[in-house]
Protein backbone atom coordinates (compact mmCIF):
# COMPACT_ATOMS: atom_id res chain seq x y z
CA UNK A 1 0.00 0.00 0.00
CA UNK A 2 1.34 3.21 -0.86
CA UNK A 3 2.13 5.89 1.88
CA UNK A 4 -0.15 8.53 2.67
CA UNK A 5 1.79 11.70 3.62
CA UNK A 6 -0.21 14.64 5.74
CA UNK A 7 0.72 17.18 2.29
CA UNK A 8 -1.26 14.79 0.17
CA UNK A 9 -4.38 15.15 2.08
CA UNK A 10 -3.74 19.24 2.65
CA UNK A 11 -3.24 19.32 -1.11
CA UNK A 12 -6.37 16.89 -1.86
CA UNK A 13 -8.64 18.77 0.29
CA UNK A 14 -7.33 22.24 -1.79
CA UNK A 15 -5.81 23.98 1.48
CA UNK A 16 -2.66 23.81 -0.42
CA UNK A 17 -1.38 23.99 -4.04
CA UNK A 18 1.60 23.81 -6.01
CA UNK A 19 2.46 26.32 -8.63
CA UNK A 20 4.86 28.01 -9.82
CA UNK A 21 6.95 31.12 -7.85
CA UNK A 22 7.07 34.14 -9.98
CA UNK A 23 8.18 37.24 -8.30
CA UNK A 24 8.37 40.31 -9.85
CA UNK A 25 12.17 41.62 -11.05
CA UNK A 26 14.12 38.31 -10.08
CA UNK A 27 15.88 37.09 -13.22
CA UNK A 28 16.51 32.99 -13.09
CA UNK A 29 17.62 32.39 -16.15
CA UNK A 30 21.77 32.06 -14.77
CA UNK A 31 20.60 29.15 -12.30
CA UNK A 32 17.60 27.76 -13.94
CA UNK A 33 20.06 24.96 -15.85
CA UNK A 34 21.42 24.12 -12.10
CA UNK A 35 18.47 23.78 -10.05
CA UNK A 36 14.69 24.60 -11.89
CA UNK A 37 12.91 24.40 -8.45
CA UNK A 38 10.44 27.08 -9.40
CA UNK A 39 7.32 25.47 -8.08
CA UNK A 40 6.34 25.88 -4.76
CA UNK A 41 3.47 25.37 -2.06
CA UNK A 42 0.81 27.67 -1.50
CA UNK A 43 -2.20 28.34 0.23
CA UNK A 44 -5.43 28.80 -1.18
CA UNK A 45 -5.53 32.32 -0.21
CA UNK A 46 -2.43 33.59 -1.85
CA UNK A 47 -2.58 33.93 -5.54
CA UNK A 48 0.75 34.57 -6.25
CA UNK A 49 4.32 34.60 -5.53
CA UNK A 50 4.44 38.74 -5.05
CA UNK A 51 1.75 38.29 -2.27
CA UNK A 52 3.79 36.02 -0.38
CA UNK A 53 6.81 38.65 -0.72
CA UNK A 54 3.97 41.30 0.88
CA UNK A 55 3.32 39.16 3.35
CA UNK A 56 6.69 38.49 4.40
CA UNK A 57 7.44 42.27 4.03
CA UNK A 58 4.42 43.74 6.47
CA UNK A 59 5.40 40.86 8.83
CA UNK A 60 9.14 42.23 9.57
CA UNK A 61 7.92 45.81 9.29
CA UNK A 62 5.50 45.23 12.36
CA UNK A 63 8.03 42.95 14.17
CA UNK A 64 10.29 45.91 13.65
CA UNK A 65 7.56 48.55 14.65
CA UNK A 66 5.77 46.62 17.87
CA UNK A 67 9.40 45.36 19.15
CA UNK A 68 7.63 41.81 18.15
CA UNK A 69 9.55 38.25 18.52
CA UNK A 70 9.43 37.53 15.05
CA UNK A 71 11.20 34.34 13.46
CA UNK A 72 11.74 33.53 9.81
CA UNK A 73 13.61 30.35 9.35
CA UNK A 74 14.37 28.03 6.22
CA UNK A 75 13.94 24.60 5.55
CA UNK A 76 15.55 22.40 3.07
CA UNK A 77 17.44 19.16 2.61
CA UNK A 78 19.74 19.44 4.99
CA UNK A 79 17.13 20.00 7.88
CA UNK A 80 15.35 17.23 6.40
CA UNK A 81 17.85 14.84 6.96
CA UNK A 82 18.80 16.41 10.27
CA UNK A 83 15.23 15.68 11.68
CA UNK A 84 15.47 12.11 10.20
CA UNK A 85 18.38 11.23 11.96
CA UNK A 86 20.43 11.35 9.23
CA UNK A 87 24.58 12.56 9.05
CA UNK A 88 23.40 13.62 5.13
CA UNK A 89 22.94 16.80 7.00
CA UNK A 90 26.36 17.60 6.49
CA UNK A 91 26.66 19.37 3.60
CA UNK A 92 28.45 22.29 2.90
CA UNK A 93 28.96 23.21 6.65
CA UNK A 94 29.34 20.36 9.62
CA UNK A 95 25.78 20.30 10.96
CA UNK A 96 26.34 17.28 13.80
CA UNK A 97 29.48 15.50 14.87
CA UNK A 98 27.03 12.10 15.50
CA UNK A 99 23.53 10.55 15.10
CA UNK A 100 23.38 10.46 18.76
CA UNK A 101 24.17 14.48 18.98
CA UNK A 102 21.02 14.85 16.90
CA UNK A 103 18.89 12.72 18.32
CA UNK A 104 20.24 14.59 21.80
CA UNK A 105 19.53 18.00 20.36
CA UNK A 106 16.10 17.09 18.73
CA UNK A 107 13.91 17.98 21.63
CA UNK A 108 15.52 21.45 21.30
CA UNK A 109 14.74 21.95 17.91
CA UNK A 110 11.16 20.57 17.83
CA UNK A 111 10.49 23.05 20.61
CA UNK A 112 11.65 25.79 18.78
CA UNK A 113 9.35 24.36 15.83
CA UNK A 114 6.86 25.01 17.72
CA UNK A 115 7.46 28.30 18.76
CA UNK A 116 8.41 29.42 15.01
CA UNK A 117 4.62 27.92 14.05
CA UNK A 118 2.88 30.31 16.80
CA UNK A 119 4.90 33.46 16.50
CA UNK A 120 6.84 33.62 12.91
CA UNK A 121 7.05 31.90 9.74
CA UNK A 122 7.92 28.31 8.38
CA UNK A 123 10.31 29.12 5.02
CA UNK A 124 9.89 25.42 3.73
CA UNK A 125 11.06 24.20 0.70
CA UNK A 126 8.25 22.24 -0.33
CA UNK A 127 7.93 20.90 -4.10
CA UNK A 128 6.31 18.37 -5.50
CA UNK A 129 8.89 14.88 -4.70
CA UNK A 130 6.33 12.30 -5.30
CA UNK A 131 7.93 9.28 -7.38
CA UNK A 132 8.93 10.19 -10.80
CA UNK A 133 6.48 8.70 -12.42
CA UNK A 134 3.91 10.49 -10.68
CA UNK A 135 6.02 14.27 -9.84
CA UNK A 136 6.45 14.14 -13.59
CA UNK A 137 2.58 14.43 -14.16
CA UNK A 138 1.68 16.73 -11.41
CA UNK A 139 4.64 19.07 -12.30
CA UNK A 140 6.82 18.74 -15.09
CA UNK A 141 10.01 19.99 -14.62
CA UNK A 142 11.38 18.83 -11.04
CA UNK A 143 14.58 16.97 -10.07
CA UNK A 144 14.56 14.03 -8.10
CA UNK A 145 14.89 14.79 -3.84
CA UNK A 146 18.38 14.47 -2.80
CA UNK A 147 19.04 11.37 -0.79
CA UNK A 148 15.50 10.34 -0.03
CA UNK A 149 14.72 13.28 2.32
CA UNK A 150 11.34 14.71 1.32
CA UNK A 151 9.43 17.61 1.93
CA UNK A 152 6.59 15.85 2.07
CA UNK A 153 8.60 13.58 5.51
CA UNK A 154 9.08 16.90 6.44
CA UNK A 155 5.77 17.70 6.71
CA UNK A 156 5.20 14.48 8.20
CA UNK A 157 7.26 15.45 10.74
CA UNK A 158 5.65 18.63 11.88
CA UNK A 159 2.44 16.93 11.57
CA UNK A 160 3.35 14.39 14.16
CA UNK A 161 4.59 17.06 16.75
CA UNK A 162 1.62 18.83 16.69
CA UNK A 163 2.37 21.18 13.78
CA UNK A 164 0.61 22.16 11.55
CA UNK A 165 1.39 24.10 8.36
CA UNK A 166 -1.40 27.18 7.59
CA UNK A 167 -1.32 30.24 5.97
CA UNK A 168 -0.64 32.22 9.06
CA UNK A 169 2.93 30.18 9.76
CA UNK A 170 3.47 29.04 6.02
CA UNK A 171 5.70 31.03 3.10
CA UNK A 172 7.71 29.10 0.33
CA UNK A 173 11.54 28.83 1.22
CA UNK A 174 12.78 31.35 -2.13
CA UNK A 175 10.40 34.17 -0.47
CA UNK A 176 13.08 35.05 2.00
CA UNK A 177 15.89 35.21 -0.89
CA UNK A 178 13.56 37.11 -3.20
CA UNK A 179 12.58 39.36 0.25
CA UNK A 180 16.35 40.46 1.46
CA UNK A 181 17.55 41.23 -1.87
CA UNK A 182 15.25 43.64 -2.40
CA UNK A 183 14.63 47.31 -2.24
CA UNK A 184 11.58 47.13 -0.17
CA UNK A 185 13.87 45.40 2.57
CA UNK A 186 16.69 47.74 2.26
CA UNK A 187 14.40 50.69 2.52
CA UNK A 188 13.48 49.51 5.84
CA UNK A 189 16.28 48.40 7.41
CA UNK A 190 17.63 51.83 6.51
CA UNK A 191 19.18 53.66 9.40
CA UNK A 192 18.29 50.85 11.81
CA UNK A 193 20.63 48.78 13.89
CA UNK A 194 21.44 45.10 12.07
CA UNK A 195 23.07 42.29 13.72
CA UNK A 196 24.83 40.06 11.81
CA UNK A 197 24.71 36.75 13.66
CA UNK A 198 27.01 34.61 11.38
CA UNK A 199 30.66 32.97 11.36
CA UNK A 200 31.99 35.46 9.47
CA UNK A 201 31.24 39.26 8.93
CA UNK A 202 32.63 41.50 6.00
CA UNK A 203 31.53 45.09 7.12
CA UNK A 204 32.33 47.07 4.25
CA UNK A 205 31.31 44.84 2.10
CA UNK A 206 28.05 44.37 3.69
CA UNK A 207 27.66 48.29 3.80
CA UNK A 208 28.32 48.32 -0.17
CA UNK A 209 25.65 45.76 -0.39
CA UNK A 210 23.07 48.04 0.82
CA UNK A 211 24.10 51.37 -0.65
CA UNK A 212 23.29 50.13 -4.10
CA UNK A 213 19.85 50.76 -2.57
CA UNK A 214 21.16 54.21 -0.96
CA UNK A 215 20.23 51.85 1.66
CA UNK A 216 22.41 52.96 5.01
CA UNK A 217 22.35 50.32 8.04
CA UNK A 218 24.26 50.50 11.08
CA UNK A 219 25.60 46.58 10.95
CA UNK A 220 27.12 45.24 13.90
CA UNK A 221 28.51 41.66 13.95
CA UNK A 222 28.24 38.83 16.57
CA UNK A 223 30.45 35.65 15.69
CA UNK A 224 29.26 32.32 16.05
CA UNK A 225 30.97 28.92 15.51
CA UNK A 226 31.41 27.91 11.89
CA UNK A 227 29.80 24.55 12.98
CA UNK A 228 27.55 22.03 15.05
CA UNK A 229 25.50 25.01 15.85
CA UNK A 230 22.88 22.81 15.67
CA UNK A 231 23.75 20.75 17.84
CA UNK A 232 25.57 22.60 20.29
CA UNK A 233 23.42 25.70 20.57
CA UNK A 234 22.45 25.40 24.24
CA UNK A 235 26.27 25.57 25.27
CA UNK A 236 27.02 28.54 23.60
CA UNK A 237 23.89 30.80 23.68
CA UNK A 238 24.66 32.41 26.52
CA UNK A 239 27.59 34.07 25.44
CA UNK A 240 26.24 34.90 21.58
CA UNK A 241 22.93 36.20 23.33
CA UNK A 242 25.58 38.96 25.75
CA UNK A 243 27.22 40.01 22.77
CA UNK A 244 24.44 41.37 20.94
CA UNK A 245 23.31 45.10 21.10
CA UNK A 246 20.14 45.35 23.35
CA UNK A 247 18.62 48.31 21.04
CA UNK A 248 19.33 46.46 17.55
CA UNK A 249 16.42 46.45 15.38
CA UNK A 250 16.19 42.77 13.50
CA UNK A 251 18.83 40.37 12.99
CA UNK A 252 20.39 38.40 10.43
CA UNK A 253 21.23 34.64 10.69
CA UNK A 254 23.56 32.55 9.90
CA UNK A 255 23.38 29.40 11.08
CA UNK A 256 22.75 26.21 8.91
CA UNK A 257 20.24 23.53 10.90
CA UNK A 258 20.96 25.40 14.02
CA UNK A 259 18.70 28.64 12.66
CA UNK A 260 16.04 27.85 14.04
CA UNK A 261 17.56 27.91 17.59
CA UNK A 262 19.48 31.09 17.09
CA UNK A 263 16.50 33.25 15.37
CA UNK A 264 14.11 32.04 18.16
CA UNK A 265 16.20 32.66 21.07
CA UNK A 266 16.96 36.42 19.02
CA UNK A 267 13.67 36.94 18.64
CA UNK A 268 12.56 36.28 22.06
CA UNK A 269 15.30 37.93 23.86
CA UNK A 270 15.41 41.04 21.72
CA UNK A 271 11.81 41.32 20.07
CA UNK A 272 12.93 41.57 17.04
CA UNK A 273 12.55 40.19 13.49
CA UNK A 274 15.21 36.92 13.34
CA UNK A 275 15.29 35.88 9.80
CA UNK A 276 17.17 33.06 8.99
CA UNK A 277 19.16 34.73 5.70
CA UNK A 278 21.94 32.02 5.00
CA UNK A 279 23.12 32.42 1.16
CA UNK A 280 22.14 35.87 1.63
CA UNK A 281 24.69 36.62 3.68
CA UNK A 282 27.54 35.09 1.83
CA UNK A 283 26.12 37.51 -0.92
CA UNK A 284 26.81 40.76 1.17
CA UNK A 285 29.97 39.14 2.23
CA UNK A 286 30.89 38.73 -1.85
CA UNK A 287 31.65 35.12 -0.31
CA UNK A 288 28.92 33.57 -2.93
CA UNK A 289 31.78 30.66 -3.68
CA UNK A 290 30.74 29.75 -0.11
CA UNK A 291 27.45 28.43 -1.52
CA UNK A 292 29.15 26.77 -4.28
CA UNK A 293 27.51 29.96 -6.68
CA UNK A 294 24.38 31.60 -7.23
CA UNK A 295 20.85 30.61 -5.82
CA UNK A 296 17.58 30.75 -7.28
CA UNK A 297 15.49 34.21 -6.52
CA UNK A 298 18.40 36.02 -5.46
CA UNK A 299 19.16 37.84 -8.59
CA UNK A 300 17.45 41.33 -9.48
CA UNK A 301 16.77 41.94 -13.61
CA UNK A 302 17.74 45.62 -12.59
CA UNK A 303 18.44 46.76 -9.30
CA UNK A 304 18.17 50.37 -10.05
CA UNK A 305 14.73 50.03 -11.61
CA UNK A 306 13.46 48.94 -8.48
CA UNK A 307 14.03 52.06 -6.73
Same mark, same amino acid.
Given at each position: ???????????????????????????????????????????????????????????????????????????????????????????????????????????? @???????????????????????????????????????????????????? @???????????????????????????????????????????????????????????????????????????????????????????????????????????????????????????????????????????????????
Amino acid at each position: MQKVYHLDQLLENNIFRFDKLVIKNIDNSSVDEKSPQEASLFHRDISCGDKYVEVLQDLIKQGMLSRRETPVVRFADGEYAFYENNLACNGLYKQAESVQAIKKALPA @HINALKILAKTGKIAALIYPDKPEKERKRIFPFFRKPKEGFSSFKFVDFLFT @HNIELSNENYIPFYTVYAYLTSIDFANLVNNKKVCIVSSECNKDACKRWFARFSSYPDIVFTEIPDSYVATRWESMKENVLSQVPSDVDLCLVGAGVGSVLVCIDMAIQFSIPAIDAGHILNMMNGREDKSNGPRLYTIRKNAKEEK
